[in-house]
């Protein structure tokens, strides 16, 4: 059945291509922090377990909400981790790091998101497509601000303005 929304099939196709890449780097994110949400160890342990699952609660929601958007564009969304593996921007992780390695790892994938819904904006916006410029714009905000309180985890109450690892040492900014 043909698609008669006010895009055509061409950019129709290439704002899906697009929402496809966000949504292997969200599912990626996804998987690392419910990862991390079930690894997490040491002092911050109830703070950062806590925190991931409501991150990955949120980034569960999220996989849904671009495979619909994608579906209502006319196209297949990504279903399968091969699919993922071939258009995420996410590194996958090797092991189990230590906490504060965990939120620095959250933090460039959140930021990494970011990036990548910023990169399918202006073909949005180009066509007036104002539903996945809307759930852009929303999946912008809530990366951004979760990188924001994730990198305030690593601040230091000192000033100095290098992270303080678990032991209540300073460690040698990564």
């Known amino acids: 059945m043909d698609i008669d929304i006010g895009i055509n099939s061409k950019d129709r196709k290439k704002i899906a291509d697009g929402l496809s890449r966000v949504m292997a780097d969200t599912y990626t994110l996804y998987l690392k922090t419910h990862n991390y949400h079930w690894n997490v160890t040491g002092p911050m342990f109830q703070t950062l377990h806590l925190m991931f699952e409501t991150q990955y609660n949120e980034l569960w929601m999220a996989v849904d909400l671009i495979a619909e958007r994608i579906r209502s564009l006319g196209y297949p969304a990504p279903g399968t981790y091969q699919q993922f593996a071939k258009l995420t921007s996410i590194e996958d992780e090797e092991g189990v790091p230590e906490a504060t ?70 460690s040698k900014g990564k």
């Open 101 to 170: 390695q965990m939120i620095r790892d959250l933090v460039k994938g959140h930021e990494r998101v970011a990036k990548t819904a910023r990169e399918v904006f202006p073909s949005a916006d180009k066509v007036s497509d104002e539903s996945t410029a809307d759930l852009l714009t929303q999946r912008l905000q809530i990366h951004e601000k979760t990188a924001w309180m994730l990198r305030s985890l690593l601040e230091d109450q000192g000033g100095t303005g290098r992270a303080a690892n678990h032991g209540g040492k300073k």
